[in-house]
């Protein structure tokens, strides 16, 4: 199950949102996304356990506790659209 993980610390780094979540069970992999240009970290990040028991229970768990003094959002991950990269499309 891949899990959305929001209101990340921009010192979070991918071993610590791994540490929080390797708790509650195995964890294929976990990724804080980082600005391509810049290479800081975004604010949120996502989480791949293959096992839906364990995901549930981390994602309920983890909801609301606090990763280097922050709230987190954490839920599952809603699949990526096909052609959506984000930003506007707008024209003026």
């Avoid at 791994?18 to 964890?27: K, L, M």
């Amino acid at each position: 199950m891949n899990i959305y993980v929001g209101n990340l610390s921009y010192q979070t780094k991918d071993e610590d949102l791994r540490a929080a979540f390797e708790v509650y069970g195995e964890v294929a992999s976990a990724t804080v996304i980082k600005d391509r240009f810049t290479g800081e970290a975004k604010g949120f990040g996502f989480v791949e356990m293959p096992k839906q028991a364990e995901a549930e229970a981390a994602i309920k768990a983890l909801n609301g506790s606090q990763l280097k003094g922050r709230p987190l959002t954490v839920n599952l991950a809603r699949p990526k659209r096909e052609g959506d990269r984000g930003g506007s499309r707008r024209r003026f």
